[in-house]
């Protein structure tokens, strides 16, 4: 794999602190969730509040699952 490959891999960046791999959200993924929040939160979706409340836990809430190896301090 090339760095260029290594920097992003399944929503994932890599960087060095203190000697060690971490690992963060990659901008792109987060631009993503923002972007897909701001559909969700919008006033002309045609969504209840209680439906949108609904659909914006279960967004969030699998997003955290599936991010949850990463360094998101600063993030959320």
């Not at 960087?15 to 969730?33: A, I, Q, R």
Request: proline share 1%.
């Amino acid at each position: 794999m090339t760095e260029e490959n290594l920097n992003r891999l399944l929503g994932y960046s890599f960087y060095t602190s203190k000697g060690k791999f971490e690992l963060c959200v990659h901008p792109k993924s987060k631009f993503k969730m923002k972007t897909r929040l701001k559909d969700l939160t919008g006033r002309s979706n045609g969504m209840g509040y209680e439906r949108r409340k609904q659909k914006l836990k279960e967004y969030i809430g699998g997003w955290i699952g599936y991010y949850h190896l990463a360094n998101m301090k600063r993030f959320l």
